[in-house]
Each structure stands twice: as C-alpha cells, then as structure tokens.
C-alpha cells in the first residue's frame, strides 16, 4: 500500500487556501507536518521530536469554514473519474476502512521515498531519515550500539564495529546528519561514555569525486576541510553495492569491492517517486509525463496530461528548481493565490474555458535565496544569490535562524528555541 504525505508545499497551500469558496478535504495518514530539515538533529536530542511537529488540526482550527481532515493513505487516482481511493491508515480498523472521494481539483504534495536503487539489504538493515519514526528508530540504534559497546567483556573488533557510524551520501541530507552525530560525539559521547567515546568513527560514503555536487567548489573544499579537522572521514569515488546486517560492500575508489562494519547505517542518496506518483504518470501516458523523478506540471504547477484538474507541488513534482522545502512553500502559497484568482474571474466570466481562465491568471515564478548546510562543530556554509559564498560560525548563526523562521509556527519556534538552549544547558539527552 502506498503511503501519501503531506510535506511542506501542502501546509502552506493549507495556511493560505481560501475555504469561504472552496470545500476542502485533506488527506494525510499522519495527523501531523513534520519539519524534516530539523530531523537530523533529533536523532541525537539536539531537538524534540515533538518540538518539529505541527498538528494538523492547529491550522484547520484557524480557517474560516471546517477542512475535512482524514486520516488515510490515497492509495489510487483515477484522473479519468476524477476519483481517488483513500484507505484508513489506521491499525484498528471500523467498519469501513476503504472510501471513494470524488473531487473537482486535485492538488498532489506527497513528498517523495528514498532511493534505493534497489541495492540489496537497504530496506532491510539502513535506517532512513524522512518520517518520525525513522528518526525513532536511528535513536535507538545509536544509544543501543553505545551500551553494547560499553558491555564488559565485548571484545574489541566488535567495539570496534558497533562504534563505527556510516552514512551513506554525501548530499546536504548526509552532510548534515554526519555533522550533528560529529557534534553528539564532541559534546556528548565523550562526557557519558569516556571509556569508549575514543573508539567512536563516523565515515561517509560518496559515489562521485566530491560532496555536496550542488555546491560552488570553495564551499565543498571548506565542508571536506572542516569534516577533516572533525575527524568525520569521507570516502569519495566510493559506491555501496550491498548492505549486509553488519557490513556493507562497497566499490572502492581503486575499483575493489571492500567490506566495511557498522554499528548503525543510515541511508541518505536522495528521492525517487512514490508508488502513487509512478502510477499516476503511467495513466497519464509517456508523452505527458516523460520524466521518471515526479510529476512534469507546467508554469501553473498543472500536472500534464491531467485536463487541467490536478496539481503537483513539492518533491512529488518535477521541475526546473531543486526539490528544496524553500520551492515547495512558495509552490504552496502560490497555489493559494492561484485558486483564490480562479474564483474571481470564474464569478465574472461569460466564457468559463479553463483554458481561457487560466490565460488570465499568473504562472508561479521563484526566485532562489540560496542554499543552506550545517557542516559541524558549529560551522555552516550558504551559497547565496549574487554570487555570495559564506562559510564559519557566524553563518551558523544565520543558519539556525534561517531555519527557525522556516518552522511552521510561534509554537515550533519557541519549542525548538528552548530545544537549543536546553541543549547548551545540560548537553542532549540521552534517554529513550
Ligand atoms: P541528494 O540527491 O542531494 O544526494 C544524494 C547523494 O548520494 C549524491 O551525492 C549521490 O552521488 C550519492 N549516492 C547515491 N547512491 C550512492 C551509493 N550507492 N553509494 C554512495 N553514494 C551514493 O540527496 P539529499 O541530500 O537527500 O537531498 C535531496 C534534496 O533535498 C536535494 O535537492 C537537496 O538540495 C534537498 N535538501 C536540502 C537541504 C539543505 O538545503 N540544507 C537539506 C536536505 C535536503
């Protein structure tokens, strides 16, 4: 069964769209947003969970007439009838567990699923980092592989093996997360475990000559450099072939297939489309949806193909910009506006050709403020508009406040604001 999410594109169509003229039903199988830039930092306690989570009904609460929310999974479109199939996601199921929902517009932010490229063992051994309970499950990995490599007697190679965390991909998603677990060990592992905290390793693991590819070249030399300094290893020009429950197998940069143990292995090589997605481009045919990443939409984030009912935005889409949170909370807000547009000029038309409407209304335009990566020890780089290349400690700062203002509400700032000074306080918590 596919799973469909909501991701950031959704909740910012949901905080402007206008529900006096629209009736609309959110469909989501969590009842909750999730801010996954900040997901990394909550596998290692440098915040709450909960601290990044957003309620959905903290923002249906605020809109003018009710939202339908169900908690389901859209499991099938059929763009044809302009029918959908949503099955409860629930694990105690009712009566009815499986609902047919006609709809007028549909509007696609499923986010994407990691790819795996269907190297063996990944499903079954890496952990991922999109969803809550794949921050749940790393943090419980990494805390069980310290207290097993603390257990008397556990002989050396096995230390060894359980203290040694790989990270696979060297894209921002890798990057940071092996820059917060740098940090976990400097700030942490070191204070709680200083009998083992000598023997703790992280390496990353890059199939092509350099991190960060998206990245001018100076800030991919200071990001290397500083993951140097850190003792954090990169292994570029390396390819992960298998993973095993305890190794995986890599082709090295002399071409050598080579086996390296881990004690905890997360997955980061980027996104592929969902299920629903593929599926979705396949009714729509070939030469609508030619591309194999998402959902092709044209200058109005119309998906091709679709006789002007369905829209993608976020991951679940393909277009020219990176499939960045920033893209997708313009696309959002956009498509607000753009149905509000829509309203107003189908009030006044003699002629309603959507055609003819959707002439009248404005593409979505963006423009790009530039990208962000935390690198360690409290470093950060930004590429920004103007050919403007920051690096250090203070962009750090800028970092941290870039994100904190991308939170979805008040609420999420406050929350991951004392996150942060909790955090300097007592240092991360390590319980479970
Ligand atoms: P990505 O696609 O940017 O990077 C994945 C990396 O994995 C690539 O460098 C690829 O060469 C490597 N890889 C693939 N298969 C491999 C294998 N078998 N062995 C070793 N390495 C392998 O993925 P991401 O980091 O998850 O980012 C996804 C998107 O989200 C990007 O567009 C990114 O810009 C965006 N994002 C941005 C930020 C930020 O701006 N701070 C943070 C997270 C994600």
Avoid at 27 to 53: C, D, H, K, N, Q
Avoid at 300 to 320: C, E, F, P, R, W
Wanted: proline content about 4%; some cysteine.
């Amino acid at each position: 069964m596919d799973k469909t999410y909501l991701d950031r594109g959704s909740t910012s169509l949901l905080k402007d769209i206008d529900t006096e003229n629209y009736n609309v039903v959110l469909i989501s199988p969590r009842a909750y947003f999730l801010f996954t830039p900040l997901l990394p930092s909550s596998t290692v306690g440098t915040v709450e969970l909960r601290s990044i989570m957003q309620p959905i009904r903290f923002i249906t609460r605020f809109k003018s007439r009710e939202v339908l929310f169900i908690e389901g999974s859209c499991t099938d479109i059929d763009p044809q009838k302009k029918l959908i199939t949503v099955e409860d996601s629930s694990e105690i199921k009712g009566e009815v567990s499986k609902q047919q929902i006609k709809y007028d517009y549909l509007v696609v932010g499923v986010g994407a699923e990691n790819a795996t490229f269907n190297i063996p063992g990944v499903r079954e051994f890496a952990c991922f980092l999109k969803e809550s309970w794949d921050a749940r499950k790393i943090r419980s990995q990494l805390l069980d592989s310290l207290e097993s490599a603390a257990f008397p007697g556990q002989p050396e190679e096995e230390i060894k093996r359980l203290l040694h965390m790989v990270v696979v991909g060297g894209g921002p998603t890798g990057i940071e997360y092996a820059a917060g677990l740098h940090d976990f060990l400097e700030e942490d592992v070191k204070i709680w475990y200083p009998e083992i905290a000598g023997k703790f390793r992280i390496t990353l693991v890059e199939a092509t000559p350099h991190v960060l590819p998206a990245f001018s070249k100076d800030l991919i030399a200071y990001t290397e450099k500083t993951f140097a300094e850190n003792k954090v290893t990169i292994l570029n020009n390396t390819a992960v072939k298998k993973v095993n429950q305890k190794d995986i197998v890599v082709l090295n940069k002399d071409k050598e297939l080579e086996s390296i143990p881990y004690g905890l292995l997360v997955w980061a090589t980027g996104n592929t489309a969902r299920p629903l997605v593929a599926d979705l481009m396949k009714k729509l045919g070939p030469t609508a949806q030619a591309q194999r990443r998402g959902l092709t939409v044209d200058e109005h984030l119309i998906v091709a193909g679709s006789d002007n009912s369905i829209y993608a935005l976020g991951d679940a889409s393909a277009t020219k910009w990176a499939p960045t949170g920033q893209v997708a909370s313009r696309q959002g807000s956009y498509l607000a506006e753009h149905f509000r547009t829509l309203y107003e000029l189908k009030k006044k038309a003699t002629n309603s050709d959507s055609k003819v409407l959707l002439s009248q209304v404005d593409p979505f335009v963006y423009n790009h403020r530039g990208s962000l990566a935390y690198v360690g020890g409290d470093k950060a780089i930004a590429e920004l508009p103007g050919n403007i290349h920051l690096s250090g400690a203070a962009t750090y700062l800028f970092w941290k406040s870039a994100y904190l203002s991308n939170l979805f509400s008040l609420r999420n700032r406050i929350l991951v604001g004392f996150d942060w000074v909790k955090c300097k306080m007592f240092g991360r918590d390590i319980g479970r």
